[in-house]
């Protein structure tokens, strides 16, 4: 949970600290919390989600290993929806809205992972589990770290003092995250190439041979 707290040091110059001590545990919980009401969502909607839903039917499937990919019309698309969503964290994470943004990034992630996983799993059994892994290999090795990352710099504790040196510790501590930013910006540019580029021949691949 976050903490505010104020202490005095052996001088007169006082501190706040606020944050959550274990960032990257209180993501992998939402995270997890997601998922599992994801799964529970299926489970309790089968009807709508799987037999009237025909997103992943046979037909389809079938049709996809045929069809011609436009990878730069993709990439685009890539970029416009995950720096869409990178920027908007980035822009929220300076603002009072920032708890309210990670927790709802990563329950929602959560949620969306585990409700697909779940009607792949029960449409096709273990080929279905494979077909989720190609959909979102190799790119979701940048995605995942790259907005990890992120999430724990926008809802890390800080302690900040007050006066003259709050000032100069508040500098070093927005660097730092511009840093953090920036280098999860590059990571998910490098996964928006992987998903246009590289993913899709691997998802074709394994929809011929399921």
Known sequence: ????????????????????????????????????LGIFWVCFRQELWIQQWDLFGLE????AEYLEIDKRALLFLCIRNRLGAFLLLCILSGSILRWQAVSLFFLLGGFFTG???????IRYGVRGLLLYVAMIFPQYLCYLPAFFALGKSMVRMEERFLGEQGREQKLWQKRRKV???AVCFLVVITGTLLESYVNPEILLFVLKTL
């Open 1 to 36: 949970m976050a903490r505010w707290n104020r202490q005095k040091s052996s001088g007169e110059e006082v501190s706040i600290r606020r944050g959550i001590r274990s960032p990257g545990i209180f993501i992998l919980l939402l995270a997890l919390a997601g998922y599992l």
């Open 60 to 63: 389809l499937l079938r049709k």
């Open 115 to 121: 409700s697909l996983m779940e009607v792949l799993a």
């Open 179 to 181: 840093r953090t930013a």
